[in-house]
């Protein structure tokens, strides 16, 4: 085990107000989590009142920077030996994720990664889930099919030897790739988490592609990067 041992976890939210409030209480209820971190990446509507009001602490963004962005900032102002990646939409299945920190305290992995159950919802045609699988495998060897899933525990000995976190929607694609890059083992673990889900509306559309486009950037970079 770590020398530390304190398992904090990062919430970075971008206007949650409708969730952010389950998601914090159902998060107070594991009892392994030491500290609840919230990462206002420059919310427009109540989500930094409802967060003020629940005692966590909360780091403030005068603008929005991207889940990336808001994540380094968590790593550089917390004291850590296990790191929860959470999104703020999880809702009243965020204590779910108990499932994802007991493998990594009782080393059955340095990160876990949330397999959510199959979308009830129809989404785009798969374009970006594929970019990230192939791109993670292209890059090491591996094939998992959690690469996007922003639900995650991870060792610091992991965190301090990744050196690239991009600020938007390419994250967790490349610190998938430079925790199997530098010999560490990601276990995938089945949750009944559940989250808001993209249709096929327009603006469901133009997040996917500044998705793929973020990701295939990101897949770029990491030709350059370890």
């Known amino acids: 085990m770590n020398k530390n041992s304190k398992v904090i976890a990062v919430i970075p939210v971008y206007n949650e107000e409708n969730f952010i409030e389950n998601t914090i209480k159902n998060i107070q209820s594991i009892k392994s989590i030491d500290e609840i971190v919230i990462v206002n990446d420059g919310s427009t509507d109540n989500t930094e009142n409802i967060v ?6 909360l780091i403030n963004l005068n603008q929005n920077r991207g889940k990336g962005f808001a994540i380094k900032k968590a790593i550089e102002e917390v004291d850590y030996g296990y790191l929860v990646l959470i999104d703020g939409d999880l809702g009243k299945t965020s204590n779910e994720v108990e499932k994802l920190i007991l493998p990594v305290l009782n080393d059955e992995g340095d990160v876990s990664i949330a397999r959510f159950q199959k979308a009830k919802k129809k989404g785009g045609f798969g374009f970006v889930k594929k970019l990230a699988k192939y791109g993670v495998y292209l890059y090491t060897g591996k094939k998992i099919d959690t690469t996007l899933s922003g639900q995650r525990v ?9 050196s690239y976190i991009p600020d938007r929607f390419g994250i967790e694609v490349a610190m998938t790739v430079q925790t199997f890059r530098h010999g560490f083992s990601i276990k995938e673990v089945d949750v009944e988490m559940t989250h808001r889900e993209t249709g096929r509306s327009m603006k469901d559309f133009i997040h996917r592609g500044k998705q793929f486009w973020d990701i295939l950037k990101t ?8």
């Open 219 to 226: 897949l770029i970079q990491l030709l350059y990067k370890g």
């Open 154 to 162: 991870y060792k610091k000995e992991v965190i301090d030897k990744i």
């Open 52 to 57: 003020k009001e629940m005692g966590v602490k």
